[in-house]
């Protein structure tokens, strides 16, 4: 019998048994009785398994639980659309068992299975490599780092035309969307009294990124979805307990991947001027449908800039 106090047995009962493996070799065989208050639980000898046995026991577990993801089967290249010249999607074949309409993946206006997509990014690669074979020709991938050696007039040119898109001096590029807000918000030189305030629904990526920088936890405030009003508050709220120096970014989502709807970005703005405070809008679902930057035949048409 060993006694403990009041209430140690429940909140502590992981530590509890994993103190005992210290001294499993005198219980081994034997189990553990009638502690403080009748607390009745049998002890195993419990052993440090190998990382495989641990990674095979969350397996089973989440198997059990039905959390488990796996690959579905690949689709069927030859049914995977129903897709005309004009890119409309009427279908999609996620697996070769279960026909459906796409609403899972990033693929949102059709380009990725689209004819005359296909047929421009053809008829680019071709112009690319269809000059004079003593001449250099672009390679294939990036080879390094673009600070060493990855750098390319590819990636120069399209970081040019996007910062011409965007009214900016001057664009970089990621390896995806999720990078860049990775990378953005957790290299920011951020100081004491600095502050963020995110819109509640803003993507993973964004809030990932402040977590991995190092701004303090309690200089992230949330505000209500699109609600203007609120983000007054919290910004009010926010510049109380900090200093002249510090400064605070507003970061918002043009328009939102999960629900579709569009942030009220003047009114944004305009508050954001008000109150001294910079705006990171993500862009990523924006790009190409709304506003100067929308989309006509399948060509980028910067409208007037502002």
Request: proline residues 4%; neutral net charge.
């Amino acid at each position: 019998s060993i006694s403990v106090p009041h209430g140690w047995e429940k909140e502590n009962e992981r530590h509890f048994s994993s103190y005992f493996l210290g001294v499993h070799n005198y219980v081994f065989g034997c189990s553990l009785y009638q502690c403080h208050r009748t607390w009745h639980r049998p002890m195993s000898v419990l052993h440090l398994a190998p990382m495989e046995s641990r990674l095979q026991e969350h397996l089973d577990r989440r198997r059990r639980e039905g959390t488990l993801r796996s690959l579905m089967p690949p689709p069927n290249p030859h049914q995977s659309r129903s897709i005309d010249a004009n890119c409309s999607v009427e279908s999609i074949q996620l697996s070769s068992r279960s026909p459906g309409i796409d609403f899972a993946s990033n693929d949102y206006l059709g380009l990725a299975r689209c004819q005359k997509q296909h047929a421009l990014v053809q008829s680019a690669y071709e112009r690319l490599f269809s000059g004079n074979m003593n001449s250099r020709l672009p390679m294939l991938g990036a080879s390094g780092s673009r600070l060493l050696s990855g750098d390319s007039h590819l990636a120069r040119s399209l970081e040019a035309e996007l910062a011409d898109v965007h009214n900016r001096p001057a664009s970089l590029l990621f390896n995806s969307g999720y990078d860049a807000n990775l990378s953005i918000l957790s290299s920011l030189p951020y100081s004491e009294g600095d502050s963020i305030v995110m819109d509640e629904l803003v993507h993973n990526s964004l809030v990932m990124g402040v977590r991995m920088g190092r701004l303090a936890k309690k200089r992230l405030f949330l505000f209500r979805h699109n609600d203007v009003v609120d983000l007054k508050r919290v910004l009010e709220k926010s510049s109380l307990s900090s200093s002249s120096m510090a400064s605070t970014l507003i970061v918002v989502e043009s328009v939102y991947s999960m629900d579709g709807d569009v942030a009220p970005l003047k009114e944004i703005l305009n508050l954001a001027q008000a109150m001294g405070a910079g705006v990171i809008v993500d862009e990523a679902h924006g790009l190409g449908v709304y506003g100067c930057t929308n989309i006509q035949d399948l060509e980028l048409k910067v409208g007037e800039k502002k």
